[in-house]
């Protein structure tokens, strides 16, 4: 009996050293866990305040981050309408560029009919000048003729002077009657050459007009 109770203070006092022992390593780990407890608190508080300011931060960013996405985005519209006014520019130079082409081969087909006209009108004019050339040639030989032509025209003009001089004095003997009365006189005195071969005389005979006809003897038809 006495060794079951030495046993069982035995058990007891283990017991109670594994107990006390136990209690002892629970209040260590208990203020072990409060200690972690409380160091996790205090970063968790850091942590947080960290956060906080992070996100004060990331909102400062944001505001910022967005003003300059506004600002970039208006300056983007700016670029975009400039970009649209240069495609404008560029399609109306392009299209100056097609008209300029065009215009520059019909300019050079005009230059081409331009140059085949002068060509054609340096011919005609070298022509002309041939032309003239030789008309001034004859127009020197005409003026030549006119001036040879003037002068025989003065000598002819003397001459038709003198005959004129003649045919009026001519034409006052014959408008004489007397005169030719007695020429006609002279005439019949005088025997015509000629005359025996013709074969028959011939007589001159006054007309009422104041002409002179010739009329063979016996015969009233006049004689040419």
Request: a positive charge; hydrophobic letters at 40%.
């Given at each position: 009996?006495?060794g079951?109770?030495i046993?069982l203070i035995i ?5 109670a050293?594994g107990w006390i ?6 209040n ?11 160091t ?6 850091k942590?947080?305040t960290?956060v ?7 909102g ?9 996405l506004?600002?970039?985005?208006a300056?983007?519209n ?5 970009l ?13 560029k097609h008209?300029a082409h065009?215009d ?14 002068h ?12 032309s ?12 030549k003729?006119?001036t040879?032509?003037e ?5 002819l003009?003397?001459?038709?002077g003198?005959?004129?001089a ?8 014959f408008n004489?009657?007397d ?5 006609l006189?002279?005439?019949?005195d005088?025997p015509?050459?000629g ?13 009422p ?7 063979a ?6 004689v040419?």
């Open positions: 009996m006495k079951a109770v046993v058990v007891s006092l283990g017991l050293v022992s136990r209690h002892n390593k629970a260590a780990a208990a203020e072990a866990a409060l200690k972690s407890w409380e996790s608190s205090n970063e968790l508080v942590l947080k960290e906080m300011l992070e996100q004060v931060k990331a400062q960013m944001r505001t910022n981050l967005q003003a300059q506004d600002k970039r985005t300056d983007l700016v670029y975009s309408n400039r649209f006014q240069v495609n404008l520019v560029l399609t109306g130079a392009e299209n100056d008209s065009a520059a081969a019909a300019k050079a087909s005009r230059i081409s009919d331009l140059e085949t006209m060509a054609d009108t340096t011919r005609r004019m070298n022509e002309l000048v041939g003239v050339t030789a008309l001034q040639a004859k127009l020197s030989e005409t003026e003729l006119a040879l032509c002068s025989e025209r003065t000598v003009v003397s001459e038709l003198v005959r004129r003649v045919v009026e004095d001519l034409l006052a003997k004489d009657e005169v030719l009365r007695a020429q006189d002279r005439v019949k005088r015509r050459p005359s025996a071969k013709a074969g028959r005389a011939k007589q001159l005979e006054l007309q007009d104041g002409s002179v006809r010739v009329v003897a016996g015969d009233n038809a006049p040419k």
